[in-house]
């Protein structure tokens, strides 16, 4: 289990809007960082902090924070979105950990 | 651009040590924090730990009393064990370069650059 919860799956239709969310009590004292992995390759960093994106990260892709709970976005989700997306962040004891994932699928 | 490379030994038998080294290149490892995070077949991601350039460690708790991080500021390398291996330690293991930031209203941790990843099976 995680201190971290993400719902299993999501799923968006072409150009259309997604939220995909983690909750935890921690949140409230640290950012979630986001990272988007596709089958077969390395996990790569999205969105970080309040809302910042890495160098070559599409716009579409926005975070956000309220509470317990961090979001990421993607505005207008291309079929190369579909992946599974993972937050991080710490835990109530300082520690760092994931949340379990989120597979997103494009329809 | 920093390149994280961490070749592997593919197969590790039960019961022994599981060893792995991270070749920061194009950049200094004496930055940063650096992490090892693991995925077993079909699973989530798992953070093993993490050290620093002098050697600082925080380890999983779930994994604390198997693991070892080391690094060697000369060869820009650093360094994973974890003893007493058993099938669920099979799993694709990553390096990555950690970014923290506690100057604003939260505390940021974040990875921004992995290795590719290397699979290791505990087998037999």
């Known amino acids: 289990s995680s201190d971290l919860t993400q719902d299993p799956a999501v799923s968006v239709a072409l150009g259309q809007t997604v939220r995909i969310t983690c909750q935890g009590d921690?949140?409230?004292?640290?950012?979630a960082s986001w990272y988007q992995q596709k089958p077969g390759q390395a996990p790569v960093l999205v969105i970080y902090?309040?809302?910042n994106r890495p160098s070559g990260i599409a716009d579409r892709f926005s975070g956000s924070s309220s509470g317990n709970t961090a979001s990421l976005t993607i505005t207008g989700a291309q079929a190369e979105d579909e992946a599974d997306y993972y937050c991080?962040?710490?835990?109530?004891?300082?520690?760092?950990?994931f949340g379990g994932g989120t597979k997103l699928t494009v329809l | 651009q920093v390149q994280l490379q961490e070749p592997g030994p593919g197969l590790v038998k039960p019961s022994e040590t599981l060893s792995l080294t991270c070749t920061v290149s194009a950049g200094s490892i004496s930055s940063s924090y650096w992490s090892w995070i693991r995925q077993r077949p079909g699973k989530g991601l798992e953070w093993i730990g993490y050290i620093n350039y002098s050697g600082t460690t925080k380890y999983n708790s779930s994994l604390q009393s198997r693991v070892t991080m080391s690094v060697d500021t000369s060869k820009n390398q650093f360094s994973l064990r974890v003893t007493s291996v058993t099938a669920a330690d099979t799993a694709v293991y990553y390096c990555a370069r950690g970014y923290y930031d506690n100057s604003g209203e939260k505390t940021l941790d974040a990875y921004d650059i992995w290795g590719q990843g290397t699979m290791v099976t505990v087998s037999s």
């Open positions: 902090g309040e809302n």
């Open positions: 921690s949140l409230r004292s640290y950012y």
């Open positions: 991080h962040s710490r835990d109530s004891s300082g520690n760092l950990v």
